[in-house]
């Protein structure tokens, strides 16, 4: 068996990945203890954290699955549009879990091909996954999680993780090589926005400025930390850009499929014009956080980045948008009139 792990984990290395490892099962049982300690610091988000109660319950709902195989790549490689820096979380714009053009999706094709063709029977789910990936990799020995709460490996945090569920019981565990935090250093709370990193290694979802602007905030005009989102249309670098352990992690050396010609068609101005079919075609597809029911979104916080920070030129803009036909544009949009007193 250690003769497959092995084969399992050079595959993904060849396959583009950063780091691989194999963990049993049964090594995720203390994932319900920690997310209960989670929700016991942050008991106002008991809600958000139900979801994740899942991935408590793996062996009944995956009564073949034996093993994890849980892999990281680096996605801090890729160019970013300058404009689009402090409006859209660069992670989202070179987001290759669902992107068939990337060719990271095609490796991640190629890779389950590659388990599946030895025998295995291999599924994952190439979005928010089939098991805590955090707490997984870090079973794994594959790097660790910071006092922002991302998972960092030596290429700091600009990687995202990918985990199969494999019917075969295997292991391939490393020891992490990353130095932990710095217990002096609390960077990441104080460029936090809107205070959700109020502690080290503790989160408060209903705060965190990536949450509200994407699977989250479907009250903009009430939404108390709406000043703090400031030019965030949707996602937000603030901790992840200060930690000392990404400094010249992020290197643009390769562009990302298509992003240079979207990026053009996003501005403030231009998504308060984007027609509906097009943000649900479009920018859906891309930005798959939100969803297509609630792709209005885009128009609520884009006027929410007008206010907070405001240019004489937003005006018609807003004006325009309190005739917009959905009622959540349109209240949001009112909102900011009042607001701005621009009538």
Same mark, same amino acid.
């Given at each position: ?12 290395? $060849? +396959?583009? =990945?950063?780091?691989? !490892? ?12 920690? &997310? %209960? ?111 922002? $709460? +991302?998972? =960092?490996?030596?290429? !700091? ?12 019981? &295997? %292991? ?172």
């Amino acid at each position: 068996m250690t003769l497959l792990a092995d084969q399992i984990k050079n595959a993904a290395l $060849n +396959f583009g =990945y950063e780091k691989c !490892g194999i963990i049993k099962i049964s090594d995720i049982d203390g994932y319900k203890e920690k &997310l %209960e300690e989670r929700i016991e610091k942050v008991p106002e988000a008991k809600g958000f954290y139900q979801g994740q109660y899942r991935f408590t319950q793996l062996k009944d709902t995956y009564p073949w699955a034996k093993s994890i195989v849980i892999c990281v790549r680096k996605y801090g490689k890729y160019h970013i549009p300058e404009h689009l820096k402090g409006m859209i979380a660069k992670y989202y714009l070179v987001d290759g879990r669902k992107d068939e053009n990337s060719k990271d999706f095609q490796d991640s094709l190629k890779y389950e091909k590659y388990m599946k063709d030895l025998g295995l029977r291999a599924e994952t789910e190439r979005g928010f996954g089939l098991v805590p990936l955090r707490f997984a990799a870090m079973k794994a020995g594959l790097g660790i999680v910071r006092k922002n $709460n +991302f998972f =960092y490996t030596e290429s !700091g945090s600009t990687v995202y993780l990918e985990a199969w569920l494999i019917d075969k019981e &295997l %292991e391939n565990i490393e020891t992490p090589k990353v130095r932990p935090c710095s217990e002096k250093c609390n960077l990441c709370m104080k460029a936090c926005p809107s205070a959700s990193l109020s502690k080290p290694y503790t989160m408060n979802p209903i705060a965190c400025v990536s949450c509200i602007t994407t699977f989250m905030g479907r009250d903009m005009p009430n939404e108390k930390y709406k000043e703090q989102i400031g030019a965030w249309v949707y996602g937000c670098d603030a901790c992840q850009d200060v930690c000392p352990m990404n400094k010249n992690s992020w290197k643009e050396i390769e562009e990302f499929p298509n992003l240079q010609e979207l990026s053009e068609q996003i501005s403030l101005e231009k998504i308060l014009k984007m027609d509906y079919s097009y943000l649900e075609e479009v920018m859906q597809a891309k930005f798959w956080y939100i969803d297509k029911a609630s792709v209005w979104k885009w128009k609520v916080n884009a006027i929410n980045a007008m206010v907070n920070n405001y240019e004489e030129h937003y005006r018609d803009h807003i004006l325009e948008a309190c005739k917009d036909s959905n009622l959540k544009v349109r209240e949001m949009a009112e909102w900011a009139v009042n607001k701005l007193e621009l009538q």
